[in-house]
């Protein structure tokens, strides 16, 4: 079975720029979330999809966010690209995202933001 | 203040060492707790999961919860060069609740 794939893996814009990431969940999977991983802050949770609706939200500006779409592959889109968004931006996928159900990580797309 | 602190390392260690890693939480809420691997260039991969008080065992792994002491912890035995990675522990209060990770521990095993 596939795993998560994120595409672009690498991702360089200016401030100011938007950006879109892609987040293809393992087959069968309904829940699919998004996290901001840095060095300094670690992970830190973005949005939660299940059945193309936003069930959690994380502490995030508005300028951060997401759908997900009917075959559960999900986006992100962050606006007006800030210094600060540099980061590793990890996607997760499961089959219910409940207490008993794993999450799965893709390898992440790498933004930078110059 | 931070729900979830983990001693970011580094922590080098020779190969055949025992290494013990910890988190605290402040949240009492949390009843689900995880330690994620994660290695250079790729997500994190799940390790271990309990949801009680105790230990909990698989091969050289072992999670520890103390949850009166908001306390937990996972000790590698035996620990191998292939166990060099960052380690998150992560917790949630159960349902669909949001996980919360910890900053994560980055552990070099020496040969």
């Known amino acids: 079975k596939a795993g998560v794939t994120q595409t672009p893996r690498y991702l360089i814009k200016t401030r100011g720029q938007q950006v879109t990431l892609s987040c293809s969940p393992i087959s069968g999977h309904r829940s699919v979330s998004w996290y901001q991983q840095t060095p300094g802050q670690g992970l830190q949770f973005l949005f939660e999809?299940?059945?193309?609706?936003?069930?959690n939200k994380g502490n995030f500006p508005g300028r951060f966010s997401g759908r997900q779409f009917s075959n559960s592959r999900s986006e992100m889109n962050v606006s007006t690209l800030e210094l600060g968004d540099s980061a590793l931006y990890l996607c997760?996928?499961?089959?219910?995202?409940?207490?008993?159900?794993?999450?799965?990580f893709g390898p992440g797309t790498r933004l930078t933001v110059l | 203040q931070k729900e979830v602190e983990q001693d970011p390392g580094p922590l080098s260690v020779p190969e055949g060492a025992i290494v013990s890693l910890n988190c605290t939480y402040s949240?009492?809420?949390?009843?689900?707790f995880m330690w994620y691997r994660q290695y250079s260039r790729k997500g994190p991969e799940l390790l271990m999961y309990?949801?009680?008080?105790g230990n909990k065992e698989d091969g050289r792994f072992t999670a520890q919860v103390d949850k009166s002491s908001k306390y937990i912890s996972l000790f590698i035995r035996d620990s191998q060069p292939s166990d060099s990675a960052t380690y998150l522990c992560a917790m949630n209060s159960g349902g669909y609740q949001k996980v919360t990770f910890g900053t994560g521990t980055k552990l070099q095993v020496i040969p």
């Open positions: 997760a996928s499961s089959l219910v995202q409940d207490q008993t159900d794993t999450q799965y």
């Open positions: 949240n009492s809420a949390f009843q689900y």
């Open positions: 999809y299940f059945s193309e609706t936003q069930r």
């Open positions: 309990t949801y009680s008080s």
